[in-house]
């Protein structure tokens, strides 16, 4: 084991960013909790039930008691521009930031840029000359062609596929297996719908 995890806040990708730091050899130690746990959806567990599904016993914290400790990293738990006031607290109050993290079994490929903050999951594809911003996540088996840019705190879900010099602004959702063509701008704080294919531009807060 190489490093230490802590992870503030959570959401559905729990189970996404578990995988990245055991598949870096590296292991969770606490959860720090920005909010208290809401109830869980019907059928859904609560994240108390799923740290008890772990292989080992990760810590749940609560940010008013967080004190970092050296050589821990440190990583977002949900996604979007939403987390940016918890990053500027962790900031202000401690000094620390946030990481991202790359999956041994993502592809990518020459010339790719990826930010340090960036989470790119297993499976994902990163084309050639493509550009990832800060806090981008891209979730499992998304794929961004040649020469996207793909702007900061913007999240692709499962399956999501921009196709080459396709521009995306700052805090864009591309919904699961959504395509979206060639030399297309989604404007940022947009949300493209699950499934969709995009042939033309759209406008930033287009939901």
Not at 13 to 20: K, M, P, R, V
């Amino acid at each position: 084991m190489d490093r230490t995890w802590v992870m503030f806040g959570h959401s559905h990708l729990f189970g996404d960013i578990f995988d990245l730091i055991s598949d870096s050899g590296d292991r969770m130690s606490s959860i720090v909790l920005n909010r208290p746990e809401e109830p869980a959806r019907l059928g859904r567990l609560r994240l108390s039930a799923r740290l008890d599904r772990l292989p080992y016993h990760v810590d749940m914290l609560d940010l008013s008691t967080f004190r970092p400790t050296s050589g821990e990293s440190y990583v977002i738990g949900f996604s979007r521009k939403q987390m940016v006031p918890l990053l500027e607290e962790l900031k202000d109050k401690f000094g620390i930031s946030c990481l991202g993290i790359i999956h041994s079994k993502a592809i990518i490929q020459q010339g790719a840029q990826i930010s340090k903050a960036a989470i790119v999951d297993a499976g994902a594809i990163v084309g050639p000359w493509a550009r990832i911003g800060r806090h981008a996540f891209l979730n499992r088996g998304s794929s961004v062609g040649h020469d996207c840019e793909v702007g900061d705190f913007s999240f692709l879900a499962p399956s999501a596929t921009l196709c080459g010099y396709v521009r995306l602004g700052e805090d864009v959702l591309v919904g699961a297996g959504a395509t979206v063509l060639p030399d297309v701008t989604i404007g940022s704080g947009a949300v493209v719908a699950a499934g969709t294919v995009v042939t033309k531009d759209v406008p930033a807060g287009t939901t």
